[in-house]
């Protein structure tokens, strides 16, 4: 049973049957479709969420680029400054590697069903030999595995962040430091080769994989009073990783912000993450445990244990106290100090400053801004716990092993099984709605930006068919973007939009707009570019300057449950248009309140706080539009508004605050200005 050939398994030969494990698991749950390099439906319509379709426009776009030293990094995106596809998250060492072998390889071409069932197989392949170290025994090496393999953590970023899949290097190190503590060694080359390829996957795998590493060395450093060697080691091991990240473009037109305007704290890890099976995407997790409240960005600090991990932590801390094993734990703190100080340290920097528990946000822990600027550049924080996360995995194994371990092989094999079977059990519903969906988005194959859709995007988009060479976006546009993304990388245009690039220079992006805006303004607007936005307010500012300029100037709809509502505002220049979804802008464009909120307006309505501004009694009666061309026309002579035939009278107006104009009207309720969520269309009575 434990033999190849008469002789003893190997670390390799356990390695290949984890990889074994991890391939069945992965074809179990998605089949084979996803393998098919030439099936893309799953991509573009947005498999568990839209982020795929960001990675996968990435790489669309790259494939047109020329290659360049570094690599990845496409001129077509972020518009005529291009940008790395390492910020669509296209997972930069297989986007380059297949864009040298573009010329050989189909016209319709994805990796990244093949990149996620290599980061299964991998995944099983170092659980084998993480779990090899501690016994020979190989059904429990195998039984022991699948746990890491259907880890809830590694499905849950599966196809939903796909390059955050590459869960293996995690578990590779703790490898390395499992087998160094043992050897009494710290330099190894696959220690080397997994942090340095981190950067070339996803550059949150980076302060993982060193802060293990960084534990490894202090212990190394401290037991063996050596650290020269083992200094020049680390040195060397980061200047490759910074070298690799700088020939897969990890340095070329990003910025630490991202220009996103979320800073660390937001997407932190909740105090009950390890027991609630809750996040973005799925609709449940456990087949036992309720779902628990989150607030902020909770859902990305998604780190549930899954029942069988946790009921065997609580048994083995009983039976540690039950046994009065508490000197030998001590003994072993003692031993992985290092270990659980990165532990604690990712721990802490996982929950963040902004403590949440539950749905509510216990404590504020101010720190000084140059921190918070540089914990930004890992604003999504609690994806940091994910090294102390596969610990308790490891533990829990382990320790079922280490405490059975004098007993008949049958029973420790049993244990094993049993943890595995209400662990498996437990997270069922989540394993057959990734079996079920995946299959779903094979069957269905339709293009989002099908003209048949109901919104006017499709069949504007065909009826401007190689009519322009650029799309400039006088906006982030965050509803929209990722769609034209793909459209505009299967039509080989470039695009100015930032709204699906993870990191960009904002700065730079703000220039560029305004200069668009600009010629805009003074008659100077570019034909060979399509100018969108998805904010009124820019639109309406443009639109008299662009229609004098021969452009076609309107809003684009999307009707949902039987409702129109805008989708995206279109400045297409030489163009004329007429659309069933689509509503022209002319004289007789309606105005719309401002949907702006803050401590005193409430979407374009004076509602809240008015005793601190002394003007209680014009709640709910003061409206506000943007100052635009056409509001100053329809508002400067005005008496009343009118909205689906009742008049308005109009009080007073101010336009005191630069941008605005404020309208007080005889109404007692501007709220019924709304209809569905939106303004209703008002017009002006002179």
Known sequence: MHSLSNRPLRTWHYFCLGAVLGAIVFLLLYGISPLNVTNDSWLRNGYIEA??????????????SPLTLPFCYTPNINWPNGISVAFTDS?????????????????????????TFFCFM??????????????????AILIGSIPFVVSPILLERAFRHTALGAHFLVLGTLYYYIRGKQEKRFIYKGLFALNAITLAIHPYFAPMTYAITFALFLEHCVSQKSWKKPLLFLISNLLVSLSVGWLFGLFQGGSTSGGSGIQYGYFCMNLNALWNPSSRGMSRWSLFLPTQNQVLGNYDGFNYLGLGVLLCSIVLGISVLIQRKTLCLFQRIREHWGLLLICICLGLFAVSNIITANGVVLAKIPLPQTFVNLATTLRSSGRLFWPVYYLIYLVCIIGVIRVLQR??????????SMLVLVQVVDISPALFEKYNSMRDYREQGYNLLDSTHENGLGAFLSATESRYEHIIALDPLTKTGLTLALYTADHQMTSTDTSFVARYDETQAVELRTEYINSILNGAMPRDALFLTEQESTFLQLADSAKEQGAWC??????EDGVQSPLLYVIAPDMEYAGKLAKEYD????????????DY?????????????????????????YDTPLARRKLENATALVANGVQYPIVSMSDKDAGWIMVTLEIEDAHDLYENGQSKDLESIA
């Open 601 to 625: 307006w409430d979407h374009g309505i004076l509602s809240f706080n008015l005793e601190q501004i002394d003007r209680v009694e014009d709640k709910n009666r003061v409206v506000l539009f």
């Open 122 to 139: 991998l995944q099983g392949g170092f659980a084998a030999i993480l779990i090899q170290r501690f016994t020979s025994v190989l059904p």
């Open 51 to 64: 982020d795929i379709q960001q990675h996968y426009a990435g790489w669309l776009f790259y494939r047109q």
């Open 91 to 115: 997972i930069p060492l297989f986007a380059a590697l297949f864009r040298v072998l573009s010329p050989i390889l189909p016209a319709t071409f994805q990796y990244f069903g093949l990149y």
């Open 407 to 416: 007993t008949k092989q049958s029973i420790m094999i049993a244990a094993l």
């Open 587 to 598: 004289e007789a464009y309606p105005l719309h309140i401002a949907d702006y909120s803050d």
């Open 554 to 559: 309107g809003v684009l709809l999307k009707v």
